[in-house]
């Protein structure tokens, strides 16, 4: 069982950065692809970032240039690091673990709000 645990979320001026983290129980966390997600409200759930067991990256195109995701295994921890924050940007950021094909356990998730 792995449990996850999002920090790092608040409230920012437009143009400002934020860098939250995931804090990963349980030993196979350097196996798992680790996803960020986030939700606004009254939208659906969308990806934002991924970082693969081999540190290959990919990125949502609305975030590619501003957000940058990373791991250290040996703290069981992913970051997001975002800049030129935008208020389009507020959302619950969720971390996920998983495979190729499905995800196995997700966060519950910590809040970034981006005023104008």
């Known amino acids: 069982q792995v449990q996850l645990v999002e920090s790092g979320g608040g409230l920012v001026q437009a143009g400002g950065s934020l860098r939250l983290s995931c804090a990963a129980s349980?030993?196979?966390?350097?196996?798992?692809?680790m996803d960020w997600f986030r939700q606004a409200p009254g939208k659906e759930r969308e990806f934002v970032a991924r970082?693969?067991?081999?540190?290959?990256?990919s990125y949502a195109d609305s975030v590619k240039g501003r957000f940058t995701i990373s791991k250290d295994n040996a703290k069981n921890t992913v970051y997001l690091q975002m800049n030129s924050l935008k208020p389009e940007d507020t959302a619950v950021y969720y971390c996920?673990?998983?495979?190729?094909?499905?995800?196995?356990?997700w966060g519950q998730g910590t809040q970034v709000t981006v005023s104008s």
């Open positions: 349980g030993r196979a966390f350097s196996s798992y692809r």
């Open positions: 996920a673990a998983g495979s190729a094909v499905t995800y196995f356990y």
């Open positions: 970082i693969r067991s081999d540190r290959v990256t």
